[in-house]
């Protein structure tokens, strides 16, 4: 909780932020509703969210601190942050899930003409019943809704030094578990046994938990990033990746790194050179002002120019409370890039039709230019021969 992971200033100085983006906007408040959002301006970290069964709601008002509308189960843990209005229901409760409490304090917050800010633009959902959000916003009427997707983007986006830190130990632990892949990935191991070692290494090295493991692993390259394991042996001549978002106190990691079983040949040689000199492209490029497009353009110019081509999708993201937030690195996002974004880049390489590799590192992007979070990759292919 807050006295835990961050201090009462921390989640003030988010919380008055969100506030100056509200009132920018003409927001007289702001519903937050998912885990990452109600995190961020109260503190509140748990698994809870996994069981669908229970609705949260964090109400920011035009100034001061949040207002908690939350089931009874969680009061003891909410208590244990700086939100002290805290409103609860037992639930869950079929005639009113929360519903009416949701609305007075609403309707306390916001005059009777005003607006309450709702994100719902991209990588947003809300999460509330479609039936109690419809009867909501009839009982509050008629105060407008209104999209609220930039006033907690814009916020988020930036992180602070204390958010910095908790990534960069997120990815301490991931460094230290690819540092162990080379003792249980050998020749003859199942695919799906070595991401259960990954993970279980992953634990150990101090994740409190491992919420994204994927990969691939084929002759030459692999195919996708985003298949669950197979029971397949690995063989000589595979190209192994793993990629990782691993947790630390709700903060994540996200990065791969790719391993030749025994020899690799001389096609992936070459595509894991050309995503090296790809990402050092964009390590020595990236600054403040750039637009995430730029940036995608920056990678595809180094990857086209080495005579390969792009592959993979999108060539990096935002990332914090959420394995993946926004900007993304692709031609279509304008969104300018400024100091105290972490981002991951993150360029594929086509080795062959329906054979890519994929090189990720996560950075922070400061006045100076970029700075690793993740430990730099090797810039020759690991192989292992076990």
Not at 209 to 216: H, K, N
Not at 322 to 333: G, I, K, N, R
Request: include cysteine.
């Amino acid at each position: 909780m807050a006295e835990g992971v961050f201090t009462r200033a921390e989640f003030e100085t988010r919380v008055a932020r969100m506030q100056n983006q509200m009132a920018a906007a003409g927001q007289d408040a702001l519903l937050l509703t998912t885990p990452a959002d109600v995190f961020y301006v109260t503190g509140f970290l748990t698994r809870f969210w996994e069981s669908p069964a229970r609705p949260w709601y964090i109400l920011v008002p035009a100034s001061g601190a949040p207002i908690a509308v939350i089931p009874a189960i969680g009061a003891e843990l909410m208590g244990r942050s700086w939100i002290t209005d805290m409103r609860t229901w037992d639930a869950p409760n079929p005639t009113d899930d929360g519903v009416s409490l949701l609305c007075d304090a609403i309707c306390e917050q916001v005059p009777t003409h005003g607006a309450l800010g709702i994100p719902m633009g991209l990588e947003t959902h809300l999460r509330m019943p479609l039936a109690d959000y419809v009867a909501c916003t009839a009982k509050i009427a008629p105060r407008r809704i209104v999209d609220a997707t930039d006033t907690v983007q814009r916020t988020r986006e930036i992180k602070s030094a204390a958010e910095i830190a908790k990534i960069k130990a997120s990815c301490a632990i991931a460094d230290r578990a690819f540092d162990r892949v080379a003792t249980f990935a050998q020749k003859g191991r199942p695919l799906d046994a070595v991401f259960r070692d990954f993970q279980i290494a992953l634990l150990s090295e101090g994740a409190d938990w491992v919420s994204y493991v994927a990969g691939g692993a084929g002759q030459g390259g692999y195919g996708d990033v985003i298949s669950p394991a197979s029971s397949r042996a690995l063989q000589d001549g595979d190209i192994l990746m793993l990629d990782t978002g691993a947790v630390r106190d709700g903060y994540f990691c996200d990065f791969d790194r790719n391993f030749a079983i025994g020899t690799p040949d001389d096609a992936a040689r070459r595509a894991y050179d050309v995503a090296y000199q790809a990402t050092d492209a964009a390590l020595s490029a990236l600054h403040p002002g750039m637009t995430a497009a730029e940036l995608h353009h920056v990678m595809c110019q180094s990857i086209l120019s080495q005579g390969a081509q792009p592959g993979g999708g999108r060539l990096g993201h935002g990332l914090g409370i959420t394995l993946t937030e926004w900007p993304s690195l692709t031609p279509h996002d304008h969104t300018p890039l400024r100091a105290g974004m972490v981002l991951t880049l993150e360029p594929g390489v086509e080795i062959a039709p329906g054979k890519i590799m994929v090189h990720e590192e996560n950075i922070v992007l400061t006045a100076a230019g970029a700075q690793l979070l993740s430990r730099r990759a090797p810039p020759a292919l690991p192989e292992i021969h076990r």
